[in-house]
């Protein structure tokens, strides 16, 4: 497995990142393992999912997904804790974790060559249910982001990543 380092400067500002690059069987093992995870994880499929809801979701700042120059969240929610990472399409990533609440998004992110962390926050926006939902709570955003409801293979293998390195400092 061969680690890559380096600097990526986002509207949010410079985040240290790195890149994983996995040999074949590497990546058979974690394709399967994604699999494992993808089964196991509320899909971020319904519009009126709340964020403190479980489930992955995939924000960017741009409502396309993979549209290169954007800046894009890849995150897992568990009892109020989220894992995920930060991206650009074509480029390294950057973990994080943290907490969210009906406010925020605080997140930690790490860098990877001290595994030092930075705070970061993300301001909620909440908007109101289209009637006839259930709940009259409103559906909770990620104020400057769009929330995209299909999160690909490379999403996936993101935060898999992410949460095989963060899981045991955050969930258990």
């Known amino acids: 497995m061969l680690?890559?380092?380096?600097?990526?400067?986002?509207?949010?500002?410079?985040l240290?990142?790195?890149?994983?690059?996995?040999?074949?069987?590497?990546?058979?093992?974690?394709?399967?393992?994604?699999l494992v995870s993808v089964m196991q994880v509320k899909p971020a499929s319904s519009e009126a999912q709340n964020l403190t809801t479980e489930g992955s979701y995939l924000y960017g700042r741009s409502s396309e997904p993979g549209k290169l120059g954007s800046e894009y969240l890849v995150f897992e929610v568990r009892e109020g804790k989220v894992i995920g990472a930060f991206y650009m399409p074509s480029s390294e990533?950057?973990?994080?974790?943290?907490?969210?609440?009906?406010?925020?998004l605080k997140l930690a992110i790490v860098d990877p060559n001290e595994q030092t962390t930075y705070p970061f926050t993300i301001a909620l926006d909440g908007q109101s249910q289209a009637a006839g939902t259930e709940s009259a709570d409103p559906v909770m955003n990620l104020k400057g982001y769009q929330k995209i409801n299909n999160l690909s293979d490379n999403d996936?293998?993101?935060?898999?990543?992410?949460?095989?390195?963060?899981?045991q400092e955050v969930w258990n």
Do not use: W
Request: aromatic residues 10%; glycine residues 8%; hydrophobic residues 30%.
């Open 3 to 14: 680690l890559g380092f380096g600097l990526v400067c986002t509207s949010a500002g410079p």
């Open 16 to 34: 240290l990142a790195y890149s994983i690059h996995m040999n074949e069987s590497e990546q058979h093992e974690r394709t399967y393992q994604s």
């Open 93 to 104: 990533f950057d973990c994080f974790y943290g907490t969210i609440d009906k406010q925020q």
């Open 156 to 167: 996936l293998r993101i935060l898999n990543t992410c949460v095989d390195t963060h899981h």
